[in-house]
């Protein structure tokens, strides 16, 4: 059967156009790719990102989707995403109904997954599948006939043995000119290890073990399951001889459980350095309670981790325990000074906003941050509540969005207040994270900067440059294009060799 399969546009409501490197492409997509192809189907691919020459977005969707159907004739289409993609999902199935009005729908991902009922209400697909849909999709099409009036709700069971699923299958949704056109788009979190980036995705779990209140992971029943170390060798001896990319993100809620794990994991990096050649810097996310010692850190380092993440969210003691963190202020500073002894970058969100912040537990955060890691990769934000979460239901027994549609029209308009804090206090709360964030004034500013044009490109300037950083002296080189009518330019990147953030100033 042939099986079209829709991947969503990256800020399809911010601006257009945006652009999608593979180091944000929804892996998800990829793993229903294969699991497709496995059990013998046809999958068709639409990656509508990366795509010019239309005057909006909404035009541009409307033109390459429906002529990829008309192109393909699809028997059934997927599609799905998270709750800030609605617009999106939104226009596409109705894109979907005027031109093929008798092909079936199949709506998933975590818009799904967290709010079904009401979704399935608002958006009318065919069939939404709950949960993980790798083998459900697939069960789903082998008995498939077309919901006429309701949508049919599928809950999908549990993958327990991530071991057994095909390896994501990226091929029908770009993925050459991802890595090769688009890779220093997106994700500056990401692309600074390497001043010309080929960033890749590995997913080494699934959910995670904790229950923080305003994530939509933790409050649900769907156990933490992990990829065997030898199965995770086994796709990146794939794929690295497939694609050669030298930037790798384990995109994992949690991928270092246990000092162990890390530990296992870099050992086995190291010998496919040795029998494969392997050549690529890597990052993880982990949690307190993985007991991360500084040897394994150093050991990780060695075979190539530039970064590794902490969920913290806070630093107030008050707020941890609010939104159920499992983490303490000690643990994030003996964390921090790991990283810098290691000379790995230490990245992070402190989020501002929860239902028992004040003025004082902000003013703990920011104190914090600006004792601690001002100059680590700690991103100042707002909290935004979003289906699936328990904050969400919480503020919503409160009467917070009555009205779903009204909700999802206008999701991550504006920054919602949770809080006690008055608006006027809260405002400016707001402008100063944004200022904070956006400016860097706080980070040190790299020394012996000097500059060469590497190309130009239409309006803009390729510009390599050099800097020795501020922290360990240290020369890098970095690579950003500017508009080519700016005579100055000030550039916000990472040391390549210790981690910490810097300025580039030309």
Not at 206 to 214: E, I, L, V
Request: charged share 20%; hydrophobic share 40%.
């Amino acid at each position: 059967m042939r099986i079209m399969l829709i991947v969503p546009t990256f800020h399809y409501t911010e601006g257009y156009p945006t652009y999608l490197s593979l180091s944000d492409f929804p892996v998800g997509v990829a793993y229903l790719s294969a699991s497709l192809k496995q059990a013998g189907h046809e999958v068709i691919g639409v990656n509508p990102n990366n795509i010019t020459g239309y005057p909006s977005a909404h035009i541009m969707l409307q033109t390459v989707l429906s002529d990829k159907i008309r192109q393909t004739k699809p028997m059934v289409i997927g599609l799905g995403g998270l709750a800030t993609d609605y617009a999106f999902l939104r226009d596409a199935i109705q894109i979907i109904r005027a031109v093929a009005p008798d092909t079936p729908i199949v709506l998933g991902g975590q818009i799904v997954t967290n709010d079904a009922e009401d979704i399935c209400d608002l958006l009318q697909p065919d069939y939404a599948i709950v949960g993980e849909a790798d083998k459900a999709l697939v069960d789903l099409i082998s008995t498939e006939g077309r919901a006429v009036t309701t949508p049919t709700i599928i809950t999908a069971e549990v993958i327990t043995d991530l071991d057994s699923l095909p390896f994501p299958d990226y091929s029908p949704f770009g993925i050459d000119d991802m890595l090769d056109n688009h890779s220093m788009d997106t994700r500056i979190l990401y692309r600074y290890s390497q001043p010309y980036p080929r960033p890749f995705v590995i997913v080494a779990s699934r959910s995670c073990p904790f229950n923080c209140s305003f994530c939509i992971h933790g409050h649900r029943d769907m156990p933490y399951r992990a990829r065997s170390i030898a199965n995770i060798m086994a796709e990146i001896t794939e794929t690295w001889a497939r694609y050669h990319y030298n930037v790798l993100m384990i995109d994992d809620e949690l991928f270092a459980v246990t000092n162990k794990r890390l530990r296992e994991f870099s050992e086995a990096v190291l010998e496919g350095r040795k029998e494969h050649g392997w050549e690529f810097d890597w990052m993880f996310q982990t949690h307190a309670s993985a007991k991360l010692d500084l040897e394994t850190l150093q050991l990780a380092k060695s075979a190539g981790c530039y970064l590794f993440s902490y969920g913290l969210e806070s630093a107030s003691p008050t707020i941890l325990k609010s939104m159920n963190k499992r983490i303490t202020v000690p643990q994030i500073i003996e964390a921090i000074e790991m990283a810098h002894k290691a000379k790995l970058a230490f990245g992070g969100n402190l989020i501002f906003g929860d239902i028992a912040e004040t003025v004082d537990t902000c003013a703990e955060s920011l104190a914090f941050w600006f004792e601690h890691c001002r100059e680590d990769f700690i991103f100042l934000t707002n909290l935004r509540p979003y289906p699936g979460s328990k904050l969400f239901d919480e503020i919503r027994s409160m009467g917070a969005y009555p009205d779903k549609k009204v909700y999802y029209e206008n999701i991550d308009k504006g920054v919602p207040n949770l809080t006690k804090i008055s608006m006027p206090d809260f405002d400016n709360l707001t402008k100063l994270l944004v200022s904070l964030e956006t400016s860097w004034i706080f980070v040190g500013r790299a020394n012996n900067v000097r500059k060469e044009i590497e190309y130009v490109n239409g309006n803009n300037t390729m510009y390599k440059m050099w800097g020795t950083c501020p922290y360990c002296g240290e020369e890098s080189m970095y690579r950003q294009e500017f508009p080519s009518r700016l005579d100055t330019f000030s550039m916000g990147t990472g040391c390549l060799h210790c981690g910490r953030k810097i300025k580039v100033e030309v």
